[in-house]
């Protein structure tokens, strides 16, 4: 199983991007999938997931109403839609899947995904 971000770029103080996450070897039907990210000197932590059983969506406070998780399965990718960006977005952001269900109170705990892909750098300029 393969994770493959992108979509990462520089971006002005209230710009967008929209990040991608494909994955080859498995399809996103079996657990779930999450963005985390991890700005220098900082602690890896949580974006967003998304329940691909209940198709439930959680954030994190910072980034809601800012961010849009979405998933296409024909091309079986999980985007990550960052709107009003600001410059405490600025991080390497990394998606990740688990193999199996987990209860929702856990998915935004890094240590229950399986596979990470090899991240993204976003860097919102002042």
């Given at each position: 199983v393969q994770l493959q971000a992108s979509g990462g770029g520089l971006v002005q103080v209230g710009g967008s991007l929209?990040?991608?996450?494909?994955?080859?070897?498995?399809t996103f039907n079996n657990g779930p999938i999450a963005w985390f990210r991890q700005a220098p000197g900082k602690e890896r932590e949580f974006v967003s997931a998304i329940d691909t059983w209940t198709s439930n969506i959680k954030y994190t406070d910072s980034v809601k109403g800012r961010f849009t998780l979405s998933r296409d399965k024909t091309r079986n990718t999980v985007y990550l839609e960052m709107n009003s960006l600001k410059p405490e977005d600025t991080a390497v952001y990394y998606c990740a899947a688990r193999n199996g269900r987990i209860v929702t109170s856990a998915l935004?705990?890094?240590?229950?995904?399986?596979?990470?892909?090899?991240?993204?750098q976003v860097t919102v300029s002042s």
């Open positions: 929209r990040l991608a996450c494909a994955a080859s070897g498995r935004n705990r890094a240590e229950v995904y399986d596979y990470w892909g090899q991240g993204t």
